[in-house]
């Protein structure tokens, strides 16, 4: 009944910038964290950048200073600011939720991805 869906892929240009975003529905107990994860063809899925239930975050390196990731409690809303976005961003971006789907059962949830291409 958790579902989590992605928008603001696309095709943006070396240096450009792209906002991610992921709303999730139905019922949720309580959040532990939630994040972004990419995978590139050929390569394995790694974390992007991840948020906890008291704001805290965590980054790759490999996006540090450039992305930014950020809640909207009231919409259930989670998102990625990208900016100067490099070639070697390209892949399909998953949004993840893990969380409690009651007091004992932790649980993981993740969208069905977006696309994120950046090229001249």
């Known amino acids: 009944q958790v579902q989590l869906v992605e928008s603001g892929g696309g095709l943006v240009e070396p240096g450009g910038s792209l906002r991610l975003s992921c709303v999730r529905s139905?019922?949720?107990?309580?959040?532990?964290?939630m994040g972004w994860y990419r995978q590139a063809p050929g390569k394995e899925r790694e974390m992007v950048a991840t948020?906890?239930?008291?704001?805290?975050?965590v980054y790759a390196d490999s996006v540090k200073d450039r992305f930014t990731i950020s809640r909207r409690n009231a919409e259930n809303t989670v998102d990625l600011q990208m900016n100067s976005l490099k070639p070697e961003d390209t892949a399909v971006y998953y949004c993840?939720?893990?969380?409690?789907?009651?007091?004992?059962?932790?649980?993981?949830?993740w969208g069905k991805g977006t696309l994120v291409t950046v090229s001249l």
């Open positions: 139905g019922s949720v107990y309580k959040i532990i964290d």
């Open positions: 993840k939720l893990f969380y409690f789907k009651d007091v004992f059962r932790q649980m993981v949830n």
């Open positions: 948020i906890d239930r008291d704001g805290a975050t």
